[in-house]
C-alpha cells in the first residue's frame, strides 16, 4: 500500500506562486511514477504532470507546460508542484497519484494510477 498526503494548498491571486507538495509513505515507490492531476467543479479530471520516480522523465499538461514545474526528493519520499503565473483557471481540487510497480513514463490517463491522496485546493481570484 502507499499513502500520499498532499498540502500547500490555498487562495491566492492571479499571477501569484504556489507549491504542491506530495508526501509519500508505505510502500518503496523507486519504480512508481507519480503525477498530479486537478478537477474543477463541473469538469473532468485533467492531468497536469508526471514524473518518473527517478526525475528522469517529466511530462505535463499543454496548459500548464510553461508555467507549472513538477520535482521529486527521493530522500524525502516527496514530489513537488511548482505553480507559477496562476490563472483563475488553475482553480480545481489538486490530487497525487502513484502507479506502482510501473517502470514506465508517467500515464495521463488517472485510470492508470492505484493510489490516490485526498486532495488540496487550489483557487485562484482574479
Known amino acids: 500500500q502507499v499513502q500520499l498526503v498532499e498540502s500547500g494548498g490555498g487562495l491566492v491571486q492571479a499571477g501569484d506562486s504556489l507549491r504542491l507538495s506530495c508526501a509519500a509513505s508505505?510502500?518503496?515507490?523507486?519504480?512508481?511514477?507519480v503525477a498530479w492531476f486537478r478537477q474543477a467543479p463541473g469538469k473532468e479530471r485533467e492531468f497536469v504532470a508526471g514524473?518518473?520516480?527517478?526525475?528522469?522523465?517529466?511530462e505535463y499538461g499543454d496548459s500548464v507546460k510553461v508555467r507549472f514545474s513538477i520535482s521529486q526528493n527521493n530522500v524525502r519520499n516527496t514530489v513537488y508542484l511548482q505553480m507559477n503565473s496562476l490563472k483563475a483557471e488553475d482553480t480545481a481540487v489538486y490530487y497525487c497519484a502513484a502507479r506502482a510497480g510501473w517502470n514506465g513514463g508517467p500515464s495521463r490517463e488517472s485510470r492508470e494510477y492505484e493510489y490516490w491522496g485526498q486532495g488540496t485546493q487550489v483557487t485562484v481570484s482574479s
Open positions: 514524473i518518473t520516480w527517478s526525475g528522469n522523465t517529466k
Open positions: 508505505g510502500r518503496s515507490l523507486r519504480r512508481s511514477p
